[in-house]
């Protein structure tokens, strides 16, 4: 008889065929439909089913991944899933939920290669790809029968921060499925496909989300003494792409009920994205506003290759022209920023200086390029500055839900940041209380 650490004769078969999948170079070019990696991680709990394939999980992800990413879009991406007449009990729904799941079980080794970290670029590409494709899976599947608890308070007090963010999340996925609904199925779902979607909250998922993160957003606080302005300025047009997708995935996972001040922390402790939004892309940004003029234009264009590609990639919902384009990751450090000064004190911020140094919040040298400066400059963007003479893009942001959801969240989030940040500046001092005076507000504006 077998042993117990004997394989079956079905798991031997599918380890080595997946071995000769990964070994060959012929995939490389094959279409999305001819490679059909991705099929295999539509079997629900497969690294369970079929432990001897632990040592290549990761590469099997990165070939399903890499190959559904190259779809146009959600609905292509699904067409791709084997479906209800198909092998896969529950179909497509069935499908989607499985891939997610295992997915999310290999956590941050699908960035590893030989138990080693990839290459940054590699990292990034990598990291870019599974963001599509997990950003596709939630926009198309029916979250209902994964996520059946009660609202939340969060939820029934219909707080407007939450509910504009929950707005944004819910227009972004209905345009990534083109306007038509979550798929669902007739079929009885397999109790175990719960589990496997929940856990994106659990370890897996949390070391998931934290490499995403690093990976799409690469420049933390480490080394930042020793950048010079012009670092920032160079790079954060590279990191536009990944950023926009990032907060699309994580938009769509803080609208869960119930889930949103779990993530928010994990964001903020875990994964560390207040610093890194800033000084890889935010930061960046604001420096160039600054400098303006014609060195501004010219970094555009050379900014032009690496963004160019994002309303493709995000479901041409916000194109990377778009005035309210900085809003999208603006509101997301927001609501990570004010989740962490809610629970920490005064010496985290002041002594460890996080999330950020206080030098980032303001500085003498430079005060309109900290974040006070660029919260103040949009808040007054979105709350006071009345439109002249109207203007395509203004005509645009008008008619534009999406861009009106980001500004209406940025109202509540951004809001609440300044107020919380001018709450620490009257317990300690860090800035001049002018600081967070609207410069241009007339008392014939009250």
């Known amino acids: 008889g077998e042993t117990p650490q004997a394989r079956t004769f079905t798991e031997a078969v599918v380890t080595q065929l997946s071995v000769r999948a990964l070994s060959t170079r012929q995939a490389a070019g094959c279409t999305p439909q001819h490679q059909g990696m991705h099929n295999l991680l539509c079997v629900p709990l497969l690294w369970s089913k079929v432990p001897s394939l632990a040592p290549i999980a990761s590469r099997i992800c990165r070939m399903a991944v890499s190959s559904l990413a190259g779809c146009p879009g959600a609905l292509a991406m699904a067409k791709l899933l084997p479906g209800e007449s198909d092998w896969v009990p529950g179909g497509k729904v069935a499908a989607l939920a499985a891939l997610f799941g295992n997915l999310v079980s290999v956590g941050e080794r699908i960035f590893q290669q030989a138990d080693k970290p990839l290459a940054p670029e590699a990292s990034y590409a990598a990291a870019l790809q599974l963001t599509h494709v997990l950003h596709w899976v939630l926009c198309l599947l029916p979250l209902e029968p994964f996520f059946p608890g009660k609202p939340s308070r969060e939820d029934l007090e219909e707080d407007p921060r939450y509910a504009s963010a929950?707005?944004?999340?819910?227009?972004?996925?209905?345009?990534?499925?083109?306007?038509?609904?979550?798929?669902?199925?007739?079929?009885?779902?397999?109790?175990?496909?719960?589990?496997?979607?929940?856990?994106?909250?659990?370890?897996?998922?949390?070391q998931l989300l934290q490499q995403l993160v690093a990976s799409l957003l690469p420049l933390s606080a480490s080394g930042a003494s020793a950048r010079q302005q012009s670092d920032y300025t160079a790079s954060w047009a590279?990191?536009?792409?990944?950023?926009?997708?990032?907060?699309?995935?994580?938009?769509?996972?803080?609208?869960?009920?119930?889930?949103r001040q779990r993530l928010l922390l994990i964001l903020a402790f875990g994964a560390e994205l207040v610093p890194r939004m800033w000084y890889s892309l935010l930061k960046g940004m604001r420096l160039q506003e600054l400098h303006g003029g014609q060195q501004q234009q010219q970094q555009q264009d050379r900014g032009s290759a690496a963004t160019a590609s994002?309303?493709?990639?995000?479901?041409?919902?916000?194109?990377?022209?778009?005035?309210?384009?900085?809003?999208?990751?603006?509101?997301?450090?927001?609501?990570?920023?004010?989740?962490?000064?809610?629970?920490?004190?005064?010496?985290?911020?002041?002594?460890?200086?996080?999330?950020?140094?206080?030098?980032?919040?303001?500085?003498?040298?430079?005060?309109?390029?900290?974040?006070?400066?660029?919260?103040?400059?949009?808040?007054?963007?979105?709350?006071?500055?009345?439109?002249?003479?109207?203007?395509?893009?203004?005509?645009?942001?008008?008619?534009?839900?999406?861009?009106?959801?980001?500004?209406?969240?940025?109202?509540?989030?951004?809001g609440q940041l300044y107020g919380d940040l001018y709450d620490r500046n009257c317990r300690r001092r860090f800035c001049p209380e002018h600081v967070f005076r609207a410069p241009n507000l007339g008392p014939d504006r009250l």
């Not at 979550?182 to 949390?206: A, C, H, N, W, Y």
């Open 166 to 206: 929950r707005t944004a999340a819910d227009l972004a996925s209905a345009h990534c499925r083109g306007g038509s609904g979550r798929i669902d199925s007739e079929e009885m779902l397999p109790g175990e496909l719960q589990g496997q979607v929940t856990q994106v909250f659990e370890r897996p998922g949390k």
């Open 310 to 414: 994002t309303s493709a990639s995000a479901g041409g919902i916000l194109p990377h022209d778009h005035p309210c384009a900085q809003l999208l990751p603006l509101n997301l450090m927001c609501a990570v920023f004010s989740a962490q000064l809610a629970v920490g004190d005064l010496d985290e911020m002041y002594v460890q200086q996080r999330p950020i140094p206080i030098a980032e919040l303001y500085s003498e040298t430079r005060p309109s390029a900290g974040v006070l400066a660029l919260l103040r400059s949009r808040l007054w963007s979105v709350l006071w500055e009345e439109p002249g003479t109207p203007s395509a893009s203004s005509t645009r942001q008008q008619t534009d839900p999406f861009a009106a959801a980001l500004k209406r969240e940025f109202s509540f989030i951004g």
């Open 238 to 259: 590279s990191c536009m792409q990944g950023a926009t997708m990032l907060c699309l995935l994580l938009g769509q996972l803080l609208a869960l009920p119930g889930q």
